[in-house]
């Protein structure tokens, strides 16, 4: 069997290889006749094909909980903190929001052939991590903006993936963005590892379920105890959500 899902495996990899150079050429190509929001779902296309790839190729099903705690509205802002296991959530997350979602991530994501140029298109947020003082005045003055736009900023508090049944560090960074605009926090956890292993070759068949928590205020709040409060949510949803993986660990 783990012959069949190496194969499997491989078969998927190659499909995202073969399928992004034209789609991120097609991209590159339309980007300065097209807005923002249109190159954003023009990009979030192909995460869908490899999302629907890897549910055809690998085997793999979502299954979504809390869609209704969701803020509803064009405008409404939202700051997703999500659990971070492997890249299938970062795959999935524009395929299943209903806003368009602006990623925090390390500038040098950019220079990757075909993907990184295709995503200096859209509106995200890239940072400088060596400058961290001048990276978080970024984040905010740029999270503000797409949130009045009625784009939602995702972030991952632990900032790497995490093995499954382990708990990362979490950081604040979400937090004090939430705090500084004044947008609620969603937190979402995510089970991708029992399909998806971190750095893993070899991914598995089975069902990841995304549960979404209901919005926590975040004005007037201390961003390290918000963070705390996130924290507190996410870990309790995942034991409760993959209990066997976290009674390995312990």
Known sequence: MIVVHALRSILHLLFMAVTV???ALAVLIAAPFLNSHQIYWMCAGWLRLAVKGGELILGIRNHVIGFENLPVGSTAPAILLVKHQSTWETFCMPTLMPHPLAYVFKKELLYVPFFGW????????????S????????VVQQGQRLLDQGTWVIMFPE?????RGHKGQYKSGGTRLAVATGAPVIPIAVTSAKCW????????????EFSIGK???S????????????????????RRLDPDAYRATA
């Open 219 to 238: 004005q007037g709040r201390d961003a390290d105890e918000l963070m705390r409060e996130v924290e507190d949510w996410i870990e309790a949803e995942m």
């Open 159 to 163: 900032g790497t993936r995490i093995a």
């Open 215 to 217: 919005p926590i205020p």
């Open 118 to 129: 295709a995503m200096a298109k859209m509106d995200m947020i890239h940072i400088d991590r």
């Open 21 to 23: 150079v034209p789609w």
């Open 131 to 138: 400058k961290r003082a001048q990276a978080f005045n970024k």
């Open 197 to 208: 292993p971190r750095k893993a070759l070899i991914k598995r068949p089975g069902t990841v």
